[in-house]
């Protein structure tokens, strides 16, 4: 099985662990004491106890904890994981020693800054050609001199100071104060102070390169933005990858007067950003809300500091609840890039709510993290800012000022920082959907709360159901000059990409409107440059990605239905939808403005969203089609099953279903049966809606067959291909029971027998439907389908159970046939009807496991997770999505598919599927329970479910312990491949590569002919084809007609044959839908010599030495039967020699 991963790796699985430290158990049984030489080996001692301390009562503390861990957590072991949790993520002595040293050197370093002359800001003659200015320096001419100084003062701020930095990404702050003279009071108009800040830091920059004390320098921005940038060192040697120190320039505090930076005031001049003559007078100029945020927030970090140190020393466990909110932040990518709810915001949302008293002082970590989401769950600061100035000075704007400037208001202690001033309303809404999924799985008993909340990552691709990516951001330019927003993009200094952004995003909302109960977007990572390099411009930002969590019920929807063509609200509905927009007649006789998109399939329709995003986009922000790449059914091409209209299967399973369900109102109105119907029961993934290729109703080319000469049946005809493959549709039809029925199991096999007969008999004298009978079942050909139909007695696997022993008594026994006698019918068909019921729940579930299945037949693990497991696997996705949403994609759900394969523990965890919300918590506990007892004689992959808590009845046979791991390295694999795919429009778009078997691991390939493969047509990549099947273009005919040849599938027959004659020596992998290919896997311990038996020398070698006989496998004469069983099928054998280890 896997290997375990710590709980850092797991956090961010990409982050490098190349310290020794961050890589051991987190805990040790005792500390080696200090004076110990580093390089000696401790041996550690089980510490004796007396009988006296052994017993020993508990002490107050003790029961306290006791009293936490039973009032507070679900079970002591959750309380166990937080705390192995946080020690993980906590830095270590040694890592600070590093880090103290290091920040030591640079400070030194620091405060040897060389003097220069002053000159003026746009002369950059002092600084040397190896460093750049990290600053785009548009418009060029800002007014002001400059000139380098020694900083006035050197201080560690943020977490590592207040002691809430966290592993694996560690970064250390370091404000470095500008000398007073440098400024001037007015730089805060027209960029001069964020130029001479960044000319500041380039001089630093210049002054450090030729230590030998520092290992890389970068620059890069604070959360994003171009005003800030900050100046990244790393320490020398085999460390430079622990940690970061993060340089920052800042004011002298109180340099500048906090009025200055009101949201409604203007402190970039039109004229001088357009270098075009103004006719408005000053007052008259915008606001400039966010490049006051910029510059405010550089004269505030120190008594941000100051403020949170007084909080964290009043409530012990501050830095551990801020820890576990940054890991929960960090699993959902929220907490880095631009607009992001970082570790300082996640400190001053504890230190608010223990500001105004929601939370105690005294409480735990865990108690704090849970508050916080609870907090942020129910309170929308996008509508009710919070503030943390208790009484802020008269110049502090009011909640309505930073309301009316910004998306979400909250407001630090000095009452003039909004410190979510550049979140938009749509990442505080993500977060507060996020709390709100954490707060409700969090109490229930039935789901891993630890892993689902603070262990799974929650990338884009696999949270959000359709994604799309905007290539270009470049084009974003057009937008901001089409939506007329030169003011808004002064205030973000020219980044054209943060300020089109939130225009564009509230245009989305409303039109997506009810089809959507989530927009998301990507936060553009913080940028990373050499010192050497130019800023980089706002085009080289990766493109932009939005994701759409759909309302299944509504998405799909082709008609967007407006407001009548008198309402005053009609002439907005045109403006927002242009030509698109039209009157329409309703069948209720209003006329209304409406929208039509385009969509006659289901997969077809569930595309509505793009149509919508790429009108708007194109209409209302210039944004050509070209530039919207869209990831929303990239893998429903594996799947489809398109003549004229492209279908993923929904529309052909109902055509299934409505004609088994009249089919099944016949039967029960058949009369003159002698015993009545009490059931009909589908039990065919077809009528649950997950066959990968649901049946299509075939109409027959007679001319492709010949006749049988007794009952006049179609069948094949000598040297034609294959004809087309006809499923039969299992149907269990349960007559009642009555004393008549025999109590011997040859005779009910043959009363079963006589209904089929009579059964047949009425279906043709009633509907024309052409039948055939057969011990087993009946056949009955109708509208262009065939149902088979199994008569079944209630009692009939107690009979199979029961046996007379020599004395006469009567034995009980379970065995083989009886269970899988009740497995076909009475658990498959049950199944079959609840997953249709969680069909019309959710109605992507059936493209789902189609997905699924498709890519298991297609790497050829089909034999070993059976359409029933696979099916019960995706339903457990959908009954317990924790952390994420049910599935409105089958895209999104196949991701989720591929990662429950790749990483549930299946050696230590029963799979629960929870269908019909049957378990309760003390059922969990139960399977939990029996499931540990029991382990090494359950199988390998253990599914339960109401009916079924102790054996695992559809995993019994497969898959083998090899298998499983083969499926889950295959599925991570795969995973990764996708992901990486669907999310990089510079990749190769080619979803096909993980339905692609890697064949180099099978030891001999059987290649067939593909005529001769009857689904040929569904093959991952299927061959031109140009000759027929026996099957004709038309309307079906839906009773009567010649019975055509069912269920006949030569691979199939030809693999079965395989298994049974040669299954001892080796596996036999195939893909059932459409595999040309038959791959080969030899068992090792066969190929042992064996002592000489006569009863064993089929396909076996004699090899004597001395007196011995031995018998070995005869690999040429297996080679050659595998040609000889399958002449006409096999086309040719590649045996791989170079692999054979025998």
């Not at 403006?575 to 077809?604: H, K, N, P, Y």
């Amino acid at each position: 099985m896997k290997k375990k991963q710590t709980a850092a790796e797991m956090i961010l699985p990409d982050s490098s662990h190349e310290e020794e430290e961050e890589n051991e158990a987190p805990v040790k049984a005792k500390r080696s004491k200090p004076e110990e030489a580093e390089g000696e080996e401790v041996v550690y001692h089980p510490v004796k106890l007396s009988r006296s301390d052994l017993y020993r009562p508990p002490t107050a503390e003790e029961l306290n904890q006791l009293k936490e861990a039973e009032s507070l957590f679900h079970c002591s072991l959750l309380k166990m994981q937080m705390e192995e949790l946080l020690k993980e993520v906590a830095l270590s002595e040694r890592r600070k020693e590093q880090i103290d040293s290091f920040v030591q050197a640079v400070t030194k370093l620091l405060q040897t800054v060389p003097q220069s002359p002053e000159v003026e800001v746009c002369d950059l003659s002092w600084l040397c050609d190896a460093v750049k200015v990290p600053f785009l320096l548009v418009p060029k001419t800002p007014k002001g001199k400059f000139h380098m100084a020694p900083p006035a003062s050197v201080d560690l701020i943020g977490s590592y100071p207040l002691g809430t930095c966290t592993k694996p990404r560690i970064m250390v702050d370091l404000a470095v104060t500008i000398p007073a003279d440098i400024l001037h009071p007015k730089d805060v108009l027209n960029q001069r102070y964020p130029r001479k800040r960044a000319l500041y830091l380039a001089g630093l920059a210049q002054h450090l390169m030729s230590s030998s004390d520092i290992g890389t320098m970068r620059y890069s921005c604070l959360h994003g933005n171009r005003l800030r940038p900050v100046l990244l060192l790393t320490p020398p040697g085999k460390e430079s990858s622990t940690f970061t120190v993060r340089v920052h320039a800042c004011p002298p505090p109180g340099f500048f007067k906090p009025s200055r930076f009101h949201p409604q005031r203007n402190n970039i001049r039109t004229e001088w950003y357009t270098g075009l003559q103004a006719s408005q007078s000053e007052s008259n100029e915008p606001p400039t809300p966010h490049y006051n945020s910029s510059v405010l927030g550089d004269l505030l970090p120190r008594a941000h500091l100051q403020f949170l140190s007084a909080v964290s020393s009043q409530c012990s466990a501050f830095p551990d609840g801020v820890a576990l909110l940054k890991v929960w932040l960090r699993q959902r990518e929220l907490d880095q890039g631009t607009g992001c709810f970082n570790g300082f915001l996640a400190s001053m949302l504890l230190a608010y709510l223990l500001t105004t008293h929601r939370i105690s002082n005294t409480m735990t970590a865990y108690q704090l993290l849970r508050n916080s989401l609870n907090f942020l769950a129910s309170t929308d600061l996008t509508v009710n800012g919070i503030s943390l100035a208790k009484d802020p000075d008269s110049t502090a704007p009011s909640l309505a000022d930073f309301h009316d400037a910004f998306q979400v208001v909250f407001i630090d202690p000095s009452g003039h920082l909004n410190m979510c001033a550049d979140m938009t309303a749509c990442t505080y809404k993500q977060l507060q959907h996020e709390a709100s999924v954490s707060m409700q799985f969090w109490d229930d008993p039935t789901v891993d709360g630890f892993h689902s909340l603070l262990m799974t990552p929650k990338p884009m691709i696999r949270t959000s159901d359709h994604i799309f990516q905007l290539c270009e951001p470049a084009k974003l330019q057009y937008s901001c000059k089409k939506l007329n927003l030169l003011s808004e993009l002064m205030d973000h200094s020219g980044n054209y990409v943060h300020t089109a952004l939130p225009f564009i995003l509230s245009l989305l909302q409303r039109g997506l409107g009810q089809r959507i109960s989530l927009l998301t977007h990507s936060l553009s990572p913080d940028p990373e440059w050499s010192v050497e390099s130019e800023a980089p411009k706002h085009k080289a930002q990766p493109p932009l990605s939005f994701g759409l969590l759909l309302r299944p019920e509504l998405a799909a929807s082709v008609l967007e239905r407006g407001p009548p063509a008198d309402s005053p609200k009609a002439a907005e509905f045109r403006q927002l939808w242009g030509s698109r927009s039209e009157l329409r007649r309703f069948q209720d006789g209003s006329i209304t403005e409406a929208v039509l998109w385009d969509g006659e399939s289901m997969c077809q329709k569930q595309l509505v969203p793009r149509q919508i995003i790429t009108h708007l986009l194109q209409l209302h922000a210039d944004i050509p089609e070209s530039s919207v790449r869209y990831v929303g059914a990239k893998m429903d091409d594996v799947i489809k099953v398109g003549r004229e209209v492209p279908s993923t299967g929904e529309e052909e399973s109902l055509l299934v279903i409505q004609s088994y369900d009249d089919l099944s109102r016949k039967l029960w109105r058949l009369e003159g049966l002698p015993l009545s119907i009490t059931s009909v029961q589908g039990a065919h993934p077809a009528l649950r809606y997950t066959q990968v290729f649901p049946p299509l109703p075939l109409k027959l080319d007679y001319s492709f067959f010949e006749r049988e000469k007794t009952c006049r049946s179609l069948v094949p005809k000598e040297g034609k291909p294959c004809p087309a493959y006809i499923t039969p549709i299992t149907v269990i039809c349960h007559m009642e029971g009555s004393g008549k029925w025999p109590h011997d199991r040859l005779a009910i096999r043959h009363i079963r027998a006589a209904f089929h007969i009579r059964l047949g008999e009425l279906l043709k004298k009633h509907h024309n439907y052409t039948c055939r009978p057969s011990p087993t079942h009946l056949d009955v050909w109708k509208d262009g389908l065939v149902f088979r139909i199994q008569v079944a007695y209630h009692r009939e696997p107690q009979v199979l159970r029961e046996s007379v022993n020599a004395e006469g008594l009567l034995v009980v026994r379970d065995n083989e046939e009886a269970q899988t006698l009740e497995m076909a019918t009475i658990h498959r068909p049950l199944l079959t009807s609840t997953l249709h019921g969680l069909q019309q729940q959710h109605p992507c579930f059936g493209a789902v496991c189609r997905l699924a299945k498709r890519w298991l037949g297609a790497q050829l693990f089909s034999e070993d997770i059976t359409e029933d497991t696979a099916d019960l696997l995706v339903a457990s996705l959908f009954l317990q999505p924790a952390p994420f949403t049910p599935p409105g994609s089958p895209q999104v759900g196949f991701l989720r598919f591929l990662h429950l394969l790749s990483s549930f523990d299946w050696r230590n965890n029963p799979l629960v599927v929870n269908l019909n919300n049957q378990f309760t918590a003390p059922d969990y506990t139960e399977i939990k329970n029996d499931f540990m007892a029991s382990r090494e004689s359950l199988p390998v992959m253990f599914i339960a479910t109401p009916k079924d808590k102790k054996l695992s009845m559809w995993t019994k046979r497969a898959p083998s312990v090899q298998m499983l791991q083969r499926v889950v390295m295959v599925a991570a694999e795969s995973l990764k491949v996708l992901e990486h795919q669907l999310m990089d429009g510079a990749q190769i778009q080619d979803v096909r590569v993980v339905m692609r078997p890697p064949l180099d691991a099978y030891d001999v390939l059987i290649h067939l002919n593909p005529k001769q493969v009857p689904l040929l047509s569904q093959a991952v990549d299927p061959p031109a084809v140009t000759f027929s099947r026996g099957v004709m273009t038309g309307s079906v005919v839906p009773s009567g007609g010649a019975l055509p040849v069912i269920d006949y599938n030569p691979v199939s027959l030809y693999l079965a044959e395989l298994r049974d004659v040669f299954g001892d020596l080796a596996l036999f992998f195939c893909d059932p839908y459409g595999g040309t290919v038959i791959a080969v896997l030899w068992k090792p311990k066969a190929f042992t010599p064996a002592p000489f038996k006569t009863s064993q020398v089929s396909a076996r070698n004699v090899e004597v030495t001395g007196d011995e006989a031995r018998t070995v496998p005869n690999v040429e004469a297996i080679l050659e039967d595998f040609r000889i069983i399958g002449k006409g099928l096999v086309k040719s054998l590649e045996a791989r020699t170079e692999r054979w280890l025998f």
